[in-house]
């Protein structure tokens, strides 16, 4: 049997753990010490493992991780912290993504969800103790920036699963440990310090360029170590600087024989956040004899993360007829128009915030009790809650209220090699008498023609998961099967979706409709610069108090909008898992044998509650919809390391494995149109009936996978090893339109009659699949290898290569796997000694496909452009010079300034977005007594 962090200790069986040395590198790039290793089940005590995994430095860390590696069996990635509060990045999602075969996505700079062996957040699930974890966003990725890395003990990432892993995924299951304070052993309070600063300064009025984190923590034993305490807290008040820039799209133009794509429009701006973050942990351990333990876990995190944007939104040859009159280019190369000139342009300029508040919970209940020397039994029970809400508002200016009203401007750009434009205006954008408050488009038109002089959403996120978990094993002595365990779960998730969203008015406009308004001297702020665009300054307020004092009229956007009112939902889960697993410790030819064999069988019983709407003659008509599905699942699993000869081993895996569909794809909501113009066209999949929406019954991704390890080791903590994977993917989601019969649905007033009731109706299901293969390579090498002058020197290096096939039907041509980056490179270098610590590590992943946040906070699928990210930092230990505990740290984030850019179609010119986040710097001091 297993607690539920997958971790034995000497109360409940035998465990033996397998670091893969190179998780040493994702510690290393925290320069505090922690350890990576690949883990797997045997017969070890746990106490023993508690003292090796609480080293001194980072050397021993890796020495340690290398010895753990060489004697275990399953392929797991981990790290742990040399003690609480020790790991020195922003979140653990920074921690994580130096480990072999993981990847992070940025968001806003920082590392925000991770991809495993090239598969996207989605394939991938997260749990805190064992205990599956909800998400604060639409779907089931985990946003890891929201667990403080000061809060968390380790990490423990399987690649192969065992039939008694819950929560189980195709890319792997992340499971994030808090401190047990028994197992720790002493009375330890650690407090930690630390200033940071952004060098592209304050980009926005009333922001600011630094920050701080602040944390605490106390371990402690009672009642001759009978009653364990940990308490955690940390804060983090992070600022973050972008310099933006996003383009419509790439139309093509008219202007030689090459045709070539020109800019379809672009929104320079710049933007500053601030991401204030408060987490609690809190544990309570009770063993009075060694048949009973019992443990409870509290985590909490409230996440807050406001962002102010202001830049100039310039149309551009999609604009032309309505927001200027066309391009003329001055230069074109490789197919794309280099240079030109938007002639008689109006803009609008934007002032706008986003404030987005995450409150998550945690709690568990675990206890087992060994019944006799042959059998122990053990109960969990779990809870986790997240509500997001978030406030997204625009706010519009211009010089004239609708289109071709108010004064433009020739505005001439110029496209960079990093895909942005410089442009260089006319106006003076920064004048709050020529630019006022009011819409300059003809957006929308809530209240009458051209009245949309803004828009915010406010979309409310829940989700909420219990969980009840049963267990039981039976020893074995002399037999090649160790033990045996058997156990059942039982949990029920509740998510929901809320999409709120509003036109915002001008209250003068229903006085006066072609009303702008001057910004009101209580409102107005320091200009803005665009200069790193070559827009100059801009005009600059503060648009939320301009909104929070009611000078706007609300609209929702859900009465005329068809898409908004069927983006609200609620999807149910209802999942029951059973399992069986045998643990093997046995001798082969006079070599060692570890591992399980075991199947897990898991029935799922979802359900979706949505909405239904048509647009009947310009009104939206709602009801609502019901759906679901009921299944059973089957997962065997097997996990096997064989000792080939000394300090040489080679581990083996297979399981089928699954990764429940993303939940907003899983939602009942369904969207019908009536077009007019194809009511004569009697071909169901082109006829004037259509329809759109989510799946209830969309069944979730399954694959069967092999692993083959191969690992050598030499030296004092020195290793190579090679690792092969093979993913046979059963299905993969698709977009597939179904043939609906429309009768009995009521056709706009004054439409013509349809040729056929029938039409299509397209949402995600369940397509062909395919394989995915890939190698992996680590290594460490310690300098005293090659020279006893490099005692203290050391080096890591990860290289992983994946390729995917995937076809959504066997027809159809391969499509791209989100989250799949072919290459995914990690290397450090560090010195140890003395004291003194120093590390410069870089991490690269190879262009892949994202999901990020596009229009009204839909997210959008696109492609990512590759990065090499470079951190260093130097620290100094004062132990050895009478102040014992007392560390100090310096640190660079993104040392290089490495931008993030994403493109459209395949094409690398067509750039989407491009953001410069600069560099972080900190300084900090570390206390522990």
Do not use: C
């Amino acid at each position: 049997m297993r607690l539920p962090t997958h971790q034995k200790d000497n109360r409940t069986g035998k465990y033996k753990f397998l670091y893969s040395a190179l998780i040493s590198t994702a510690v290393l790039a925290a320069t505090n010490p922690v350890m990576a290793y690949a883990e797997e089940k045997t017969e070890i005590d746990e106490e023993t493992v508690l003292e090796e995994v609480i080293v001194t430095g980072i050397r021993a860390s890796i020495m340690n991780s290398v010895a753990k590696k060489r004697n275990n069996s399953s392929i797991v990635e981990a790290l742990s912290a040399e003690d609480i509060g020790k790991l020195p990045d922003a979140s653990i999602a920074e921690s994580i993504a130096r480990l072999p075969g993981l990847a992070a996505q940025r968001l806003d700079g920082r590392a925000n969800v991770i991809s495993i062996r090239g598969l996207s957040p989605d394939f991938t699930t997260a749990l805190l103790n064992g205990r599956e974890q909800v998400t604060s966003n639409n779907n089931r990725g985990v946003e890891f920036d929201q667990y403080p890395s000061e809060l968390m003990s380790g990490v423990t990432i399987y690649k192969t699963p065992d039939a008694g892993l819950m929560g189980q995924a195709i890319g792997g299951t992340i499971d994030l440990h808090t401190i047990r304070p028994l197992a720790h052993g002493e009375q330890s309070i650690a407090v930690g310090l630390r200033g940071e600063y952004n060098d592209l300064g304050a980009l926005n009025a009333g922001t600011t360029a630094t920050g701080y984190r602040g944390s605490f923590s106390y371990i402690d034993q009672f009642a001759d170590d009978t009653v364990g305490v940990a308490f955690g807290y940390a804060r983090m008040v992070s600022p973050s600087q972008e310099e933006r820039w996003q383009a419509w799209g790439y139309p093509n133009l008219d202007y030689n024989s090459d045709n070539p794509l020109v800019l379809g429009g672009a929104k320079p701006f710049v933007k500053s956040n601030k991401l204030t973050r408060d987490g609690l942990m809190g544990v309570f351990e009770y063993e009075p004899d060694d048949r009973f333990h019992m443990l409870i876990d509290v985590y909490y995190s409230k996440f807050n993360d406001v962002q102010r944007l202001r830049g100039i939104e310039v149309p551009g040859q999609w604009g032309g007829g309505w927001a200027n009159s066309g391009i003329t280019a001055i230069s074109d190369a490789n197919g794309l128009v280099t240079e030109g000139v938007i002639n008689d342009a109006a803009v609008v300029v934007r002032n706008d915030v986003t404030d987005r508040d995450v409150t998550t919970w945690s709690a568990g209940w675990n206890a087992e009790y060994q019944i006799s020397d042959k059998w122990s039994v053990e109960g969990d029970l779990a809870y986790s809650k997240v509500d997001r809400t978030l406030r997204a508002m625009e706010s519009y200016a211009g010089t004239g209220r609708g289109n071709g009203v108010g004064a433009t401007d020739q505005i001439g750009f110029k496209m960079t090699d990093d895909g942005s434009a410089i442009f260089s205006p006319g106006l003076d954008y920064s004048d709050p008498g020529v630019i006022m408050l009011g819409g300059p488009f003809s957006w929308g038109d809530p209240l009458g023609p051209s009245s949309q002089d803004g828009f915010i959403n406010k979309p409310v996120v829940k989700d909420e998961l219990s969980a009840i978990r049963l267990s039981a094993e039976r020893q074995f002595e002399d037999s090649a099967i160790s033990s045996v365990e058997i156990g059942a779960r039982y949990s029920q998730r509740d998510k929901s979706l809320k999409d709120n969203g509003f036109y915002l008015t001008l209250k003068g406009y229903l006085d006066d409709a072609t009303h702008m308004l001057t910004v009101p001297s209580e409102y107005l702020l320091e200009p803005t610069s665009l200069a790193f665009f070559g827009m100059g300054d801009m005009l600059s307020y503060d648009s939320l108090a301009f909104y929070e004092d009611g000078n706007y009229i609300e609209t929702d956007v859900s009465d005329v909008d068809q898409g908004r009112a069927i983006n609200s939902w609620k999807v149910k889960e209802r999942v029951f898992n059973a399992y069986i697993q045998a643990n093997i410790d046995t001798e082969v030819n006079g070599n060692r044998l570890t591992g399980n064999v075991g199947l897990q069988v898991v029935h799922t019983d979802q359900s979706s509650e949505g909405r239904a709407a048509i647009n009947i003659g310009g009104d939206i008509d709602v009801s609502n919809v019901t759906g679901g599905d009921k299944y059973w699942t089957f997962l065997p699993s097997a996990n096997l390391s064989y000792e080939v000869s000394e300090d040489t081993y080679l581990r083996i895996a297979g399981a089928r494995v699954m990764a429940r569909a993303p939940m907003d794809k899983m939602n009942a909501s369904r969207g019908f149109n009536y077009n007019a113009a194809n009511a004569s066209v009697t071909d169901p999949t082109r006829s004037a009936w259509s329809g759109w929406g989510g799946n209830p019954e969309l069944r979730p991704w399954m694959a069967t996978q092999f692993d083959l390890s191969f690992e050598t080791y030499f030296g004092d903590g020195g290793y190579i090893a090679m690792a092969f994977f093979y993913k046979k993917l059963e299905n993969i989601h698709f977009d597939e339109g179904t043939i609906l019969d429309f009768t009995g649905a009521t056709v706009p007033a004054g439409a013509p009659a349809p040729a056929t009731n029938l039409g299509s109706v397209w949402s995600p299901t369940n397509g062909e699949g395919g394989g995915m293969h890939g190698f992996e390579l680590s290594a460490s090498l310690p300098g005293d290898l090659i020279s006893n002058s490099l005692d203290g020197f050391g080096a890591l290096f990860s290289a992983s290569l994946t390729k995917a096939s995937v076809r959504p039907t066997k027809d159809a041509p391969e499509i791209d796997m989100p989250g799949l980056s072919e290459t995914v490179i990690n290397a450090t270098l560090y010195y140890e000694k003395h004291g003194f610590q120093s590390r410069i590590s870089a991490r690269y992943r190879s262009d892949f496909l994202g999901e990020v946040s596009g229009l009204s906070l839909v997210n959008d699928m696109v492609f990512i452009k590759a990065e090499t990210i470079f951190d260093a930092q130097i620290g100094y230990d004062f132990s050895d010079h009478g102040v014992e505990g007392l560390s100090v740290l310096f640190q660079v984030n993104n040392l290089t300034n490495e931008s993030f850019s994403t493109y459209q179609n395949g094409d690398t010119r067509q750039v989407r977005d491009f953001q410069n986040y600069g560099r972080t710097f900190m300084f900090g001091l570390n206390y522990r007594m």
